[in-house]
């Protein structure tokens, strides 16, 4: 499985954009790039995932450049609700589970 | 609610003590989850079901054994437990092992005295 390195942490205030890159330099040719949210004392939330250039949803996007090493989540105009850690983990659609790094954790100040 | 329903959501149970925890989704998938997440640690991957078999056991000890009688439900039978742990214990289930969207449950907070 890719690892993965993402920062421990980012502090940012409401209204603002926040972009939380994540390395993955061994990522697979068969592997997507998959972001979760986890508030406290609940189960991760799956926010989005891609393979390659850009994907928006509802809630966020995800850029991948070309050569694919790293992922960029962003966040349009993030709330209070927002604080949360994000995972990004790396993989494919095999037969091994998702392993959960460190995350980053994201503060939002009013 | 995720669709991933977990049961209890809180326990407090004795190291001598024997007691289940269930999860059960109705999305269809194939593939089911136990995490364990201590206090400001990662979760941790604990076993694996896909198809109702087991593909991964992630060296976990035996007080804590899985069951999965069925792809809708996942069962974690725990007995003589330790107060390390303690920790929140989360079911998630998906298409298949591998990086498909995961949907989680919203935990067990386990607590071991």
């Known amino acids: 499985l890719a690892k993965t390195t993402q920062p421990i942490s980012m502090d940012s205030y409401e209204g603002q954009e926040v972009n939380i890159t994540c390395s993955h330099n061994n990522i697979a040719t068969n592997d997507y790039i998959t972001w979760y949210q986890q508030f406290p004392s609940q189960g991760p939330r799956f926010i989005i995932q891609?393979?390659?250039t850009k994907v928006t949803n509802e809630v966020a996007s995800l850029f991948i450049p070309a050569d694919r090493k790293s992922s960029t989540l962003s966040l349009p105009r993030v709330s209070l609700s927002d604080t949360a850690v994000y995972y990004c983990l790396v993989g494919n659609t095999g037969r091994r589970a998702l392993t959960f790094g460190s995350g980053t954790r994201l503060q939002v100040q009013p | 609610e995720t669709g991933v329903t977990q049961t209890p959501r809180h326990l407090v149970m004795g190291m001598t003590n024997k007691k289940s925890l269930k999860c059960e989704q109705h999305?269809?998938?194939?593939?089911m989850y136990w995490y364990k997440q201590s206090a400001k640690k990662p979760l941790e991957l604990m076993f694996v079901y896909n198809f109702k078999e087991q593909t991964e056991n992630n060296s976990v000890p035996s007080r804590f054994s899985p069951e999965c009688p069925n792809s809708s439900h996942l069962f974690l039978h725990l007995h003589t437990l330790q107060p390390e742990d303690s920790a929140l214990y989360l079911c998630?289930?998906?298409?298949?092992?591998?990086?498909?969207?995961?949907?989680f449950g919203s935990g067990t907070r386990l607590t071991v005295v």
């Open positions: 998630a289930s998906s298409q298949g092992p591998g990086n498909y969207g995961y949907t």
């Open positions: 891609g393979y390659k």
């Open positions: 999305l269809g998938h194939n593939a």
